[in-house]
């Protein structure tokens, strides 16, 4: 993948989708959850052109129904174009270089190379791990916790014609951090038609369909305000906050109606 320096795309969202040549529909609702104040992020690098990536994803949507994690899950572009021998290759919908550019940043933050791999997990922008990999993403939440040496509370709310509103308070950082808004289709399921996963229906999470930054913030309580789309049933969002020279996510909060 090539390097570069990840952008958040301010208009980004993808068309809607239904069960048909393969494309997602959706299903019920994970991101209902209430969750707690200092809960821990939890980003899933995947794809539906991934064999080893469905444990991973049914793994994410076990840790959506957790108070303490948002879970959110981002699909990368490079595997649209892989060839699995006689099953061909398979565009997952979902799909997109922004996501493929955050998880490189990612990696070039944590480990230092900026190689890339799915399933990948990222906790709160500092930890990285195999996304099947239960016991030890378990663990690393954990430590995630014991890294959050203060707390922020991000409080957004979105009303029915698509008004957020999100307010962050906390003690003063030493530089802002961004306030990153991010769209989510809470569930859906796909036909997969080709690809290493030919004939088998892919459960998405809380799948990223847009980030927007709508501020940034350097302590005290401060309040902003966006436009979005009006959200469906099967809709939802979140928002970090989040270290722009790190990628460390200080805190995070899910929307409410």
């Known amino acids: 993948m090539k390097n570069g320096i990840y952008m958040l795309v301010l208009a980004l969202l993808l068309p809607a989708v239904a069960l048909a040549s393969g494309k997602p529909s959706s299903v019920t609702a994970t991101l209902s959850v209430a969750k707690d104040r200092d ?47 006689s099953k061909g290759s398979w565009k997952d919908p979902f799909s997109s270089p922004v996501w493929t550019q955050r998880q490189s940043d990612y990696d070039k933050l944590i480990m ?20 099947g990999r239960r016991a030890s993403i378990n663990i690393m939440i954990e430590q995630a916790k014991t890294l959050r040496r203060t707390h922020y509370t991000v409080s957004p709310q979105v009303s029915e014609d698509g008004a957020a509103a999100v307010t962050v308070d906390g003690p003063g950082i030493p530089k802002p951090a961004r306030v990153v808004l991010a769209l989510l289709q809470k569930d859906a399921e796909t036909n997969v038609t080709s690809g290493e996963n030919k004939g088998n229906k892919m459960v998405d999470h809380n799948v990223v369909k847009e980030m927007i930054v709508i501020g940034t913030w350097d302590g005290g309580k401060q309040s902003y305000k966006v436009t979005v789309p009006p959200l469906s049933a099967n809709e939802s969002c979140a928002v970090l906050l989040q270290d722009p020279e790190t990628l460390h996510i200080l805190s995070g909060g899910v929307c409410g109606l």
């Open 112 to 131: 230092g190379n900026g190689d890339i791999y799915t399933p990948q997990i990222i906790i709160d922008g500092r930890m990285q791990e195999a996304g």
């Open 39 to 85: 809960a821990v992020v939890a980003e899933l690098f995947t794809s539906q052109s991934c064999a080893t990536c469905p444990a991973a994803q049914s793994f994410l949507g076990d840790l959506a129904k957790r108070t303490d994690v948002i879970a959110l899950e981002m699909h990368v572009d490079y595997w649209d174009a892989h060839q699995a021998l």
